[in-house]
């Protein structure tokens, strides 16, 4: 149970007798209609083990009723942080089910699904829903729900329903779980940006390694980076002190392009940068962040791209 | 030893490698498995081209199944539709009522595999298994068909609960638990149901087939149509006998009498409405002369779904309801025949218990006006039976006796039956178009159908009026001294001759053939079955305490479960309500019990938290508990720590001084911390208490 510093959940939510909804499906209607003809049969030929019979399958129907309740009930529902996503794509969310471990293996054939906060038409949704078809020995299940695609920007979580048919498919009980917090949405990266402006110290970095530029000799390029970039980038004979402090993706040198695609320059530049594994900064209007490296950096950037 | 094992996790490996059906093909045979068994009990009553077809349909699917080939065309599947729906009309000459019904389902179930995706499709073979085991039940309700239904039941509800586990290759057996418990725990709402649901009269008239195939009497008689006459051991009536017993030879018990014959069959001359109820019966006694005492008993009948009361022959006077309290409401529908048998105007699906006074040794009908019988009793349909009508005129053109003298024909004719080498048989196999000529001629050998049939035939070909009487003949006393008893497999066919200043005598052409069949007390059994005679061989004793247990098992079923009848069911519940239930009491008292139930399952789980919440309030906590015994141990092995010690503490200290082999204990008490002061994410104390129980101690 030690967990990694990050990945504690953002909100979580136990299932119980206030937020599982059942009712029948269309089979368990057609059971209904069955165990009436049967009954009616059993009646009019007299036949006692008939009566038996129909009330013997009425037991199990209502015994699964509960057992399909239960799959659900008792579960808690966690929610990891999610990544910010990218403009027009689908967003991972990754969702953790815990159950107590004594009847975890009757908690089958869960199926998750998201829907953007708030909608009310499940049916007509396309968004895939995921099968959790077992829960681990320990009775947790760990799955990654794909959220419905936003544009850029600051958005409520999506909602999450959780759905079973499990044991005998007669009744269909649901859960509807709109976690607290926001999904942000970065930009999409442009997809040929031009090279980093050259002006000012913003062409400098760290290790000597800049964008390749007309004139670079084949000695000075260091193909390695360059194709962990995909583009040529160059080693810098240059050992400016001031290089070192790191590359500043500007919001001024992203071009006078309106807001978005000048977003999407931006957040180009920033994979660039980061694929290189270079540090860099990110200047904004009313927003600096400091040049740094790294998985939790790039997130900063994102988030701040996404606020913009 | 450790070679041995490795050796047999190879070969067990080895085997799941050769023996890995997929999923799919392993649900599909599991799923063809359960409709055969579902189907097969039901293939002998089907017509005979449905066994082949089913059994092929099914290994075709398997072969299907086995190679992964693609399931049979449209074409085909609606081809072989047509097929079945051809014979079944064929078969019965329509597509409705009871028997067609039979036959389509169990097709249909087996023509659905062919378009059977194992998973998607479960619903329609369950929806169409749960109506063919119901179909079983028209034949028997025995002990033993309802533990094969019980079975297929579970079987169906397996192959559900499979197609809704989507995970890998679930085991089947794991499916058939789950399928288990559901019916356990649907179980105490089955027996409320049963106990308390309203046994009901059928709700609309029943076509003609409905009470057909069940076995003992019936309203005809179809000559040679019987291959292999089936005893069915189940009790017919029970009676008390005031006095001592008649002899056996006089317990003729009259049901239908038959007397319109088409050369195939024999139907009653009165159907069933031409009959007089009660206050005519008193005005218009039945002309009869008897002799000798009457015998008075007692007799209970239990539920007959058949409207005849086979009384002893003959009663005279109706019989009179008992005075203890049993349903008498079918007295309110007794009727009589013309011909002196006792019938009720609705099938009887409740237990009949009446008193009755018969007189065995009787004569009945005019005496000497011919004229008065109706003119069917000496009747026979043209050009059938040639042969019996030549035998007629020969024993009339040998007979020493006046042409007017029939009784000498009479005697006659079973002398024949007597020393023709005719032969008593319950498996005649069946007989052709002319049953008398095949009988008296051919074969020489029946039961008592055949016999009375072509004895009838005989004495209407040589103009004696004749008439066959069916019913129950003989019995045997109960265990103990018990009541007589009359089961189905007594059911016997006998012929009454009217004869010129006698009226009509009873004539029993089978004791001729086979005196033993109702002469003396043993009657003809068939032979016993392979584990029947191993047993008898090996302990008469045995056999005969394990015929007893069996004999008050099946009673307690019969009272218990297949004549629950409204009666019963009113008996149960009158000391409660101090007044005969009506159907509305029922439902009440129904309604009452489930909210009792649905009031049980709701309190449980808020008894079960106050109930926790009670016991953590008394000092009394399982975790705290857990952690005291935790701290009593600990101090057992050298770590004196403080009451106050909180679970951090413990765990600190543990650590410090076992070292690593407590890891399992200082990770138990830091999440123990969590479960009572952590806020989500907390283990179950459930969890949390089977851990411990299983914790390794430090040493």
Same mark, same amino acid.
Not at chain 1, 35 to 56: K, M, R, T, W
């Given at each position: 149970?030690?967990?990694?510093?990050?990945?504690?959940?953002?909100?979580?939510?136990?299932?119980?007798?206030?937020?599982?909804?059942?009712?029948?499906? /269309?089979?368990?209607?057609?059971?209904?209609?069955?165990?009436?003809?049967?009954?009616?049969?059993?009646?009019?030929?007299?036949?006692?083990?008939?009566?038996?019979?129909?009330?013997?399958? +009425?037991?199990?129907?209502?015994?699964?009723?509960?057992?399909?309740?239960?799959?659900?009930?008792?579960?808690?529902?966690?929610?990891?942080?999610?990544?910010?996503?990218?403009?027009?794509?689908?967003?991972?969310?990754?969702?953790?089910?815990?159950?107590? /471990?004594?009847?975890?293996?009757?908690?089958?054939?869960?199926?998750?699904? +998201?829907?953007?906060?708030?909608?009310?038409?499940?049916?007509?949704?396309?968004?895939?829903?995921?099968?959790?078809?077992?829960?681990?020995?320990?009775?947790?299940?760990?799955?990654?729900?794909?959220?419905?695609?936003?544009?850029?920007?600051?958005?409520?979580?999506?909602?999450?329903?959780?759905?079973?048919?499990?044991?005998?498919?007669?009744?269909?009980?649901?859960?509807?779980?709109?976690?607290?917090?926001?999904?942000?949405?970065? @930009?999409?990266?442009?997809?040929?940006?031009?090279?980093?402006?050259?002006?000012?110290?913003?062409?400098?970095?760290?290790?000597?390694?800049?964008?390749?530029?007309?004139?670079?000799?084949?000695?000075?390029?260091?193909?390695?980076?360059?194709?962990?970039?995909? +583009? @040529?980038?160059? /080693?810098?004979?240059?050992?400016?002190?001031?290089?070192?402090?790191?590359?500043?993706?500007?919001?001024?040198?992203?071009?006078?392009? @309106?807001?978005?695609?000048?977003?999407?320059?931006?957040?180009?530049?920033?994979?660039?940068?980061?694929?290189?594994?270079?540090?860099?900064?990110?200047?904004?209007?009313?927003?600096?962040?400091?040049?740094?490296?790294? +998985?939790?950096? /790039?997130?900063?950037?994102?988030?701040?791209?996404?606020?913009? | 030893?450790?070679?041995?094992?490795?050796?047999?996790?190879?070969?067990?490996?080895?085997?799941?490698?050769?023996?890995?059906?997929?999923?799919?093909?392993?649900?599909?045979?599991?799923?063809?498995?359960?409709?055969?068994?579902?189907?097969?009990?039901?293939?002998?009553?089907?017509?005979?081209?449905?066994?082949?077809?089913?059994?092929?349909?099914?290994?075709?699917?398997?072969?299907?199944?086995?190679?992964?080939?693609?399931?049979?065309?449209?074409?085909?599947?609606?081809?072989?539709?047509?097929?079945?729906?051809?014979?079944?009309?064929?078969?019965?000459?329509?597509?409705?009522?009871?028997?067609?019904? =039979?036959?389509?389902?169990?097709?249909?179930?087996?023509?659905?595999?062919?378009?059977?995706?194992?998973?998607?499709?479960?619903?329609?073979?369950?929806?169409?298994?749960?109506?063919?085991?119901?179909?079983?039940?028209?034949?028997?309700?025995?002990?033993?068909?309802?533990?094969?239904?019980?079975?297929?039941?579970?079987?169906?509800?397996?192959?559900?609960?499979?197609?809704?586990?989507?995970?890998?290759?679930?085991?089947?057996?794991?499916?058939?638990? *789950?399928?288990?418990?559901?019916?356990? &725990?649907?179980?105490?709402?089955?027996?409320?149901?049963?106990?308390?649901?309203?046994?009901?009269?059928?709700?609309?008239?029943?076509?003609?087939?409905?009470?057909?195939?069940?076995?003992?009497?019936?309203?005809?008689?179809?000559?040679?149509?019987?291959?292999?006459?089936?005893?069915?051991?189940?009790?017919?009536?029970? %009676?008390?006998?005031?006095?001592?017993?008649?002899?056996?030879?006089? &317990?003729?018990?009259?049901?239908?009498?038959?007397?319109?014959?088409?050369?195939? $069959?024999?139907?009653?001359?009165?159907?069933?409405?031409?009959?007089?109820?009660?206050?005519?019966?008193?005005?218009?006694?039945?002309?009869?002369? $008897?002799?000798?005492?009457?015998?008075?008993?007692?007799?209970?009948?239990?539920?007959?779904?058949?409207?005849?009361?086979?009384?002893?022959?003959?009663?005279?006077?109706?019989?009179?309801?008992?005075?203890?309290?049993?349903?008498?409401?079918?007295?309110?529908?007794?009727?009589?025949?013309?011909?002196?048998?006792?019938?009720?105007?609705?099938?009887?699906?409740?237990?009949?218990?009446?008193?009755?006074?018969?007189?065995?040794?009787?004569?009945?009908?005019?005496?000497?006006?011919?004229?008065?019988?109706?003119?069917?009793?000496?009747?026979?349909?043209?050009?059938?039976?040639?042969?019996?009508?030549?035998?007629?005129?020969?024993?009339?053109?040998?007979?020493?006796?006046?042409?007017?003298?029939?009784?000498?024909?009479?005697?006659?004719?079973?002398?024949?039956?007597?020393?023709?080498?005719?032969?008593? $048989?319950?498996?005649?196999?069946?007989?052709?178009?002319?049953?008398?000529?095949?009988?008296?001629?051919?074969?020489?050998?029946?039961?008592?159908?055949? =016999?009375?049939?072509?004895?009838? =035939? %005989?004495?209407?070909?040589?103009?004696?009026?004749?008439r066959i009487v069916t019913g129950y003949q003989g019995g045997e006393a109960g265990a103990g001294g018990g009541a007589w008893r009359v089961r189905q497999s007594d059911a016997h066919a006998w012929v009454e001759v009217w004869l010129h200043g006698q009226g009509w005598v009873r004539v029993d052409p089978t004791q001729a053939v086979a005196p033993s069949r109702t002469g003396s007390l043993q009657r003809l059994a068939p032979r016993p079955g392979l584990l029947g005679?191993?047993?008898?061989?090996?302990?008469?004793?045995?056999?005969?305490?394990?015929?007893?247990?069996?004999?008050?098992?099946?009673?307690?079923?019969?009272?218990?479960?297949?004549?629950?009848?409204?009666?019963?069911?009113?008996?149960?519940?009158?000391?409660?309500?101090?007044?005969?239930?009506?159907?509305?009491?029922?439902?009440? *008292?129904?309604?009452?019990?489930?909210?009792?139930?649905?009031?049980?399952?709701? &309190?449980?789980?808020?008894?079960?938290?106050?109930?926790?919440?009670?016991? *953590?309030?008394?000092?009394?906590?399982?975790?705290?508990?857990?952690?005291?015994?935790?701290?009593?141990?600990?101090?057992?092995?050298?770590?004196?720590?403080?009451?106050?010690?909180?679970?951090?503490?413990?765990?600190?200290?543990?650590?410090?001084?076992?070292?690593?082999?407590?890891?399992?204990?200082?990770?138990?008490?830091?999440?123990?911390?969590?479960?009572?002061?952590?806020?989500?994410?907390?283990?179950?104390?459930?969890?949390?208490?089977?851990?411990?129980?299983?914790?390794?101690?430090?040493?």
């Amino acid at each position: 149970m030690v967990k990694a510093p990050g990945t504690s959940p953002l909100a979580s939510l136990s299932l119980g007798h206030r937020n599982v909804y059942i009712l029948p499906t /269309r089979a368990g209607g057609m059971l209904g209609v069955t165990l009436a003809v049967l009954l009616v049969g059993a009646i009019n030929y007299q036949l006692s083990l008939g009566y038996l019979l129909a009330f013997v399958l +009425a037991g199990g129907a209502l015994a699964a009723l509960f057992q399909t309740h239960a799959t659900l009930r008792g579960l808690v529902l966690s929610l990891r942080p999610p990544e910010p996503g990218v403009d027009g794509a689908a967003t991972a969310l990754g969702l953790r089910l815990q159950a107590p /471990r004594a009847g975890a293996r009757l908690r089958c054939g869960i199926e998750v699904q +998201a829907a953007p906060a708030g909608a009310s038409h499940w049916r007509t949704l396309r968004t895939p829903a995921v099968l959790v078809p077992e829960l681990a020995r320990d009775g947790t299940a760990d799955v990654t729900v794909t959220a419905p695609p936003r544009p850029r920007g600051v958005h409520p979580l999506p909602t999450l329903r959780l759905t079973t048919r499990f044991p005998l498919g007669l009744f269909r009980a649901w859960a509807v779980w709109t976690p607290p917090g926001e999904l942000l949405v970065a @930009p999409r990266p442009e997809a040929a940006p031009p090279p980093w402006p050259e002006a000012g110290a913003a062409s400098d970095m760290l290790e000597g390694l800049r964008p390749w530029r007309a004139g670079d000799s084949m000695r000075q390029i260091a193909w390695r980076k360059s194709a962990q970039a995909d +583009a @040529p980038i160059s /080693r810098d004979r240059l050992r400016d002190p001031q290089v070192r402090a790191g590359l500043w993706i500007d919001w001024d040198t992203a071009g006078p392009a @309106p807001l978005e695609p000048r977003l999407s320059r931006l957040a180009a530049w920033l994979d660039l940068a980061d694929r290189a594994g270079l540090t860099y900064g990110l200047r904004l209007p009313g927003l600096t962040v400091p040049p740094q490296g790294g +998985a939790a950096h /790039r997130r900063r950037c994102l988030e701040a791209l996404a606020r913009c | 030893m450790l070679n041995h094992a490795s050796r047999a996790v190879a070969s067990a490996a080895a085997r799941s490698r050769s023996w890995a059906p997929p999923r799919e093909a392993r649900d599909t045979w599991f799923l063809l498995v359960v409709i055969a068994w579902v189907v097969a009990p039901q293939l002998p009553r089907l017509p005979v081209w449905c066994g082949p077809l089913v059994a092929g349909v099914l290994a075709w699917r398997g072969w299907l199944a086995w190679t992964g080939r693609h399931l049979p065309a449209t074409r085909w599947r609606l081809g072989l539709l047509a097929v079945a729906l051809g014979a079944t009309l064929a078969s019965h000459h329509t597509l409705v009522g009871r028997d067609a019904g =039979i036959t389509l389902i169990a097709v249909l179930l087996a023509l659905k595999t062919l378009e059977l995706r194992a998973r998607r499709d479960a619903f329609v073979v369950f929806f169409l298994g749960l109506f063919t085991l119901l179909t079983q039940f028209f034949a028997s309700q025995t002990p033993a068909t309802a533990a094969f239904v019980g079975v297929g039941v579970l079987g169906l509800f397996t192959a559900l609960v499979n197609a809704h586990r989507p995970a890998g290759t679930p085991t089947l057996t794991g499916s058939a638990w *789950i399928a288990a418990r559901l019916l356990l &725990l649907g179980l105490p709402l089955a027996v409320v149901l049963f106990v308390l649901f309203p046994r009901l009269p059928p709700l609309w008239g029943l076509g003609g087939d409905a009470l057909a195939g069940r076995s003992g009497l019936s309203a005809q008689m179809e000559v040679g149509d019987v291959a292999r006459l089936a005893l069915d051991d189940s009790v017919a009536m029970e %009676l008390v006998f005031d006095g001592p017993v008649p002899p056996r030879s006089q &317990l003729y018990f009259r049901g239908p009498v038959l007397a319109n014959f088409d050369g195939r $069959t024999w139907h009653p001359l009165y159907p069933h409405r031409v009959t007089l109820p009660l206050p005519e019966v008193a005005a218009r006694r039945a002309p009869a002369r $008897t002799a000798g005492e009457a015998v008075r008993y007692t007799l209970t009948q239990p539920p007959s779904h058949r409207p005849w009361l086979p009384l002893l022959d003959i009663t005279l006077e109706p019989p009179q309801p008992v005075a203890d309290g049993t349903d008498s409401s079918w007295r309110r529908d007794l009727r009589r025949t013309p011909e002196a048998q006792w019938v009720l105007a609705a099938p009887a699906h409740d237990v009949v218990r009446l008193r009755a006074e018969s007189h065995p040794l009787h004569l009945i009908g005019p005496i000497d006006r011919l004229g008065a019988l109706p003119l069917e009793y000496r009747e026979l349909p043209a050009s059938y039976n040639p042969r019996t009508l030549q035998l007629a005129t020969d024993l009339m053109k040998a007979s020493p006796a006046p042409p007017d003298d029939k009784a000498t024909l009479v005697r006659m004719a079973l002398q024949r039956l007597r020393e023709g080498g005719y032969r008593y $048989t319950l498996e005649p196999g069946t007989f052709g178009r002319d049953s008398a000529d095949e009988f008296w001629f051919d074969r020489r050998e029946g039961f008592c159908e055949h =016999i009375a049939s072509a004895f009838a =035939i %005989l004495m209407r070909g040589m103009d004696i009026p004749a008439r066959i009487v069916t019913g129950y003949q003989g019995g045997e006393a109960g265990a103990g001294g018990g009541a007589w008893r009359v089961r189905q497999s007594d059911a016997h066919a006998w012929v009454e001759v009217w004869l010129h200043g006698q009226g009509w005598v009873r004539v029993d052409p089978t004791q001729a053939v086979a005196p033993s069949r109702t002469g003396s007390l043993q009657r003809l059994a068939p032979r016993p079955g392979l584990l029947g005679s191993a047993v008898s061989a090996l302990d008469a004793g045995l056999a005969e305490r394990w015929r007893a247990a069996w004999a008050s098992v099946e009673a307690l079923w019969r009272d218990g479960v297949t004549d629950y009848t409204p009666s019963r069911q009113q008996a149960l519940l009158h000391p409660l309500l101090g007044s005969p239930a009506t159907p509305g009491d029922l439902l009440r *008292i129904m309604g009452l019990a489930l909210a009792g139930l649905a009031a049980a399952g709701l &309190l449980a789980i808020p008894a079960r938290t106050a109930w926790r919440a009670w016991r *953590i309030h008394r000092g009394d906590d399982p975790l705290r508990r857990r952690l005291e015994t935790t701290r009593k141990r600990l101090t057992a092995r050298g770590l004196q720590l403080p009451p106050s010690a909180t679970p951090r503490q413990m765990a600190r200290a543990v650590h410090e001084r076992f070292g690593a082999q407590a890891g399992p204990l200082a990770e138990w008490l830091a999440q123990a911390e969590a479960a009572r002061y952590g806020k989500c994410h907390a283990r179950p104390s459930s969890d949390l208490a089977r851990e411990w129980r299983q914790l390794p101690w430090p040493r």
